[in-house]
């Protein structure tokens, strides 16, 4: 029992301290942050108001450490 806690611990810590949220990646500036959020294994929540042949892509390529949300913020 004191092992699966500690791990869930361990695992939520290191969630916190890897993983942001990015919007506007369906192009441009938040794209490429995304993208290199991912090469340097983090964990990224992006949002856009489009779902391009770009989010499918790093769908494809991140399925454990890419959420998508498709989603107009303005």
Do not use: A
């Amino acid at each position: 029992m004191f092992i699966i806690e500690l791990r869930y611990k361990i695992q939520y810590i290191i969630f916190m301290y890897s993983s942001g949220i990015v919007t506007g990646i369906g192009q441009g500036i938040g794209y490429e942050t995304t993208k290199r959020l991912l090469e340097k294994n983090y964990t990224v929540i992006g949002i856009s108001k489009t779902h391009n042949e770009k989010i499918r892509s790093l769908k494809k390529n991140y399925p454990l450490s890419f959420f998508f949300f498709k989603f107009e913020l303005s």
